[in-house]
């Protein structure tokens, strides 16, 4: 399955790069700082590694777009071949994507991209269990805008991929006027 592939049912709240970039471009200058010293002091330029990402637990698979954007960004060169689609059931154990190229991009970028990953994934894995607590009847799961700051879009797609619904995105999307 190439990078980026998802299942219909999410596609249309792929998450635009114009919206991701800035995102983890901020991820990644926080965490190399000025440099991967360590990487850079013990890994050839031109090494090439091969890796695999397993699944640790049981869950919904949620930023694989980001995921593979982490890499597209420090290094073209790198490849991920994804094995599941984004919104997935997983299971502990499953391979869940491929990753080849420069040793030095994968080793910089994998904790930021895990992270991303880690975080977006268990989103939506507890939205799906609330959703599935609310099956038949007329309730919904909605989101709110208590999100982390710098990462609402991406939580709020994560809602999304679990099967909950986006209420307001910021303060210019409707009025709410409620008892604090």
């Known amino acids: 399955m190439a990078a980026g592939k998802t299942s219909p049912e999410i596609s249309p709240f ?15 200058r926080e965490d190399i700082g000025t440099g991967d010293i360590t990487t850079e002091s013990t890994v050839l330029p031109q090494t090439r590694i091969n890796g695999r990402l397993i699944a640790k637990e049981d869950g919904k698979i949620c930023g694989l777009p980001v995921f593979c954007r982490v890499f597209a960004l420090l290094d073209p060169a790198v490849q991920v071949s994804l094995s599941v689609i984004e919104g997935a059931d997983v299971r502990r154990g499953d391979i869940l994507a491929r990753i080849s190229g420069p040793a030095r991009a994968i080793l910089t970028g994998e904790r930021v991209a895990l992270n991303f990953l880690q975080r977006l994934s268990a989103i939506a894995s507890k939205t799906a269990w609330a959703v ?16 982390t700051p710098g990462l609402r879009v991406l ?5 999304r991929v679990g099967g909950g619904a986006n209420h307001r995105f910021n303060l210019s999307d409707g009025i709410l006027i409620k008892d604090n």
Do not use: M
Not at 133 to 147: L, N
């Open 155 to 159: 939580e709020k797609y994560a809602v």
């Open 132 to 147: 599935s607590q609310v099956e038949g009847t007329r309730a919904r799961i909605t989101d709110t805008r208590k999100t």
């Open 14 to 28: 792929l998450l635009n790069p114009l919206l991701i970039d800035p995102i983890i471009s901020q991820a990644l």
